[in-house]
Nanobody, 124 residues
């Protein structure tokens, strides 16, 4: 059972930056794919970005390309989404997720493990 713990959320002004983190209790094939999703009030949860542990390959939603980057620290079993040029529409609860395999999926149903979520609020 992989446990995921997120941190780093908070309140930031539009145009600002935040770095989130997600630490996995273990790094195995069951958690080789790490994804970030977000859910804004009244909206469905949506894919934001993902990374493959073994080679660092990344994938981003069109809405965040050029603004968000995701990296990992293998020694700490932690991934770091760096969010720049934040907009009010980025306000949401951000969730870390993990799944086995080799492909970053944008479908939340493909992920087996989830963190508790961290709130990001961007003020205008």
């Amino acid at each position: 059972q992989v446990q995921l713990v997120e941190s780093g959320g908070g309140l930031v002004q539009a145009g600002g930056s935040l770095r989130l983190s997600c630490r996995a209790s273990e790094r195995t094939y069951d958690s080789n794919i790490m994804g970030w999703f977000r859910q804004a009030p009244g909206k469905e949860r949506e894919f934001v970005a993902g990374i493959r542990w073994n080679d660092g390959s990344t994938s981003y939603a069109d809405s965040v390309k050029g603004r968000f980057t995701i990296s990992r620290d293998n020694a700490k079993n932690t991934m770091y989404p760096q969010m720049n040029s934040l907009k009010p529409e980025d306000t949401a609860v951000y969730y870390c997720a993990a799944r086995r395999g080799m492909t970053v999926s944008q479908s939340q149903s493909r992920y087996d493990y989830w963190g508790q979520g961290t709130q990001v609020t961007v003020s205008s």
